[in-house]
């Protein structure tokens, strides 16, 4: 029987539950939830709104009044710094209240911000500025920007769509603010970004993030200087609709290298107020979709931006201490990360041209691929659950590392 006829979910969210239901435990997804516009809307409702996301990292805001234009899922939102002290970030739609023009076209600084179409200004804690031309039966107080929910950790910003629907963050800036401190992200500026638009749908970048089992025939430069040493975890968030993820690891750097370059030489100053190089790698993940691995000279930040059924935004940014010189060559920094996700861009891509096809079947994921398949089986169980109020008896997630006790290979990407 041929997996699922694309188009055929349309609003139903019966046939949805049904398709849950007839999951079968250890196997990959059916090829509706891969491809079909109509699921990925249910997650674009139900399932997107529930997750805080990295968004920024504190240092592109620097100054009272600096303000970024950013992507949050398929929104567009403004990140503004509002007064000096180090939480005084705020984020907001990207939307005038007037007649819903995009506010704000791209970063930059002002006392204000003034929306190009009337002129209508705001204050950078939201509030409406303009007075002279609101009509007088409508209240000024009543027009002040959207307000998107921020939080500060450690030098990053994170944002989630809706107050009402996401889960409590403080426990995981409770438990990863000293850690990403620790390693100098508070204290760092941006080396570098990169953007990886990926023509595949947000779970299939994530199910290849989440195991290493492609990684010796697909990463060769990862594989020789980072897939054979096991992660152990440093401390967990069990996650679910109702309590954010989190997660620390730690492992060695293979082969006594100091970092993760080419030829495991240092490349730029030591964060952290580091005086040596430590030989070890510290993975943070802040929620589901975004992640950070930290050596002693550099940083790199991911973000996995889900943009419709059939393309991600994966966004990788590399972080050095803020008084590294100013002149750096970055190229060093950016090397492995950056070969190696234009890779899994590749690798992902061809595995959605073969979803597509009528030929398409769910597939057995092995004992390599253990965490891809946890995740599977969480994020069904969360649709049941924000469908029909019961969960399908799937986990509730919990830190794969720790869960199963992965090694070597089976570990390297599951944080």
């Known amino acids: 029987m041929h997996a699922t006829t694309i188009g055929t979910m349309t609003t139903n969210r019966a046939a949805l539950v049904d398709l849950i239901d007839r999951y079968r435990p250890g196997w990959s997804l059916e090829q509706a939830f891969y491809i079909d516009p109509a699921i990925f809307e249910f997650e674009r409702e139900l399932w997107f709104p529930r997750q805080w996301s990295l968004v920024a990292h504190a240092s592109e805001v620097p100054a009272k009044g600096s303000y970024i234009v950013r992507q949050l899922f398929d929104e567009e939102i403004i990140v503004v710094r509002f007064g000096d002290a180090e939480e005084d970030v705020a984020a907001y739609y990207n939307v005038c209240t007037h007649r819903g023009s995009r506010l704000c076209t791209k970063d930059g600084r002002s006392r204000l911000l003034v929306c190009p179409y009337h002129a209508w200004s705001y204050r950078l804690t939201g509030e409406l ?25 450690g030098g990053l910003v994170l944002c989630g769509l809706e107050e009402a629907t996401l889960p409590d963050v403080q426990p995981l800036v ?3 603010d000293g850690g990403l401190r620790n390693m100098g992200i508070d204290r760092a500026r941006i080396a570098g970004r990169k953007s990886y638009p990926t023509k595949a749908n947000w779970k299939l970048v994530i199910e290849n993030f989440f195991e290493c089992y492609h990684c010796q025939p697909s990463h060769p430069e990862y594989f020789r200087l980072n897939a054979h040493e096991p992660w152990t975890t440093v401390a967990s968030g069990p996650g679910g609709l109702d309590k954010v993820t989190y997660g620390i690891a730690r492992r060695s750097i293979f082969g006594g290298r100091k ?17 040596a ?12 979709l975004s992640f950070v691995y930290a050596v002693s000279d550099h940083v790199t930040l991911f973000q996995m931006i889900p ?8 966004i990788v ?15 060093p920094i950016t090397w492995m990360w950056d070969v190696t996700t234009v890779q899994d861009k590749k690798i992902v891509e061809d595995n959605a041209n073969g979803v597509v096809s009528r030929a398409y079947r769910p597939g057995p994921y092995t004992a390599l691929e253990d965490h891809t398949s946890f995740f599977v089986q969480t994020y069904l169980s969360d ?10 008896g799937g986990p509730v997630w919990q830190s794969p590392v720790k869960r ?5 290979d089976e570990a390297t990407e599951a944080v």
């Open 259 to 275: 970092t993760l370059s080419d030829d495991g030489q240092p490349v730029s100053r030591l964060m952290g107020g580091r005086s």
């Open 174 to 176: 409770e438990a990863l």
């Open 404 to 408: 199963s006790g992965l090694k070597r």
């Open 307 to 314: 943009r419709s059924a059939t393309e991600t935004d994966v």
């Open 129 to 153: 500025q303009t007075r002279q031309n609101v009509p007088e039966h409508v209240d000024p107080e009543e027009l002040g920007l959207h307000r998107v929910p921020t939080r500060c950790v």
């Open 317 to 331: 940014t590399w972080l050095i201490d803020k008084d590294a010189d100013a002149d750096i060559d970055t190229d």
């Open 277 to 288: 190089y430590d030989g070890g790698e510290t993975s943070f993940s802040l929620g589901r």
């Open 383 to 392: 649709m049941r659950l924000l469908i029909t109020g019961e969960r399908t």
